[in-house]
């Protein structure tokens, strides 16, 4: 119960805990091997609330996220104003370092803001809400850190940035 086994899929957590409790009977039960997602949905749902996630967020899947950027975009209406701006798709292309980077803001914002209106999170955020809570909440992180002695990552080199922040905020100084 004090090991936290984070794999990529949950085929190689499932594998994980079957394997310990070979070896180990009952106790390699008491293992926690998740995915970062699984592990970041149990955190959220415990904790989020500390950073505005409500207990029952849902979880948009890549066909949920991709429905609302799409909502988002049409609500920008970002063509037509670069339609009505007389801006052709080259000349959007050319000036596209700026104008992609004011757009792709907007979109963030509009995207996150339609996210927490629905009281969901898509994968990526839960990674980012539970880096966010560890990092904004030391008692949150601490309780954390005491619980888990032990956090052990499959193809640790395979970390996103995000994957890593997450497991240096959960194991702590030592």
């Known amino acids: 119960y004090r090991i936290l086994a984070i794999t990529f899929t949950n085929k ?3 594998e994980l805990k079957n394997r310990l409790s070979a070896m180990l009977g009952q106790a390699g039960q008491d293992v926690n091997a ?8 149990r955190i959220l749902r415990r904790d989020g609330e500390h950073v505005g996630i409500p207990k029952s967020f849902t979880i948009y899947d890549t066909d ?7 909502e988002v975009y049409r609500a920008l209406n970002a063509i037509g104003r670069l339609k009505d701006r007389m801006v052709s798709p080259d000349m959007a292309a050319q000036s ?6 004011n757009l792709v803001a907007k979109v963030y914002s509009a995207y996150e803001a339609r996210l927490q209106s629905a009281g969901a999170l898509d994968f990526d ?3 980012y809400q539970t880096v966010r809570l560890l990092s904004e909440h030391a008692d949150v992180r601490e309780d954390y ?9 499959d193809e640790y080199q395979d970390t996103s940035v995000a994957q890593f922040e997450l497991v ?4 702590g100084p030592e």
């Open 125 to 127: 955020g839960l990674i």
């Open 168 to 171: 240096r905020l959960l194991t």
């Open 96 to 101: 596209a370092a700026s104008t992609r980077d």
């Open 145 to 153: 850190q005491r619980r888990f002695r032990y956090v052990l990552v």
């Open 34 to 41: 998740s995915t970062f997602h699984s592990a970041c949905v």
């Open 64 to 70: 949920d996220a991709q429905r609302a950027m799409k």
């Open 12 to 14: 190689a957590a499932g």
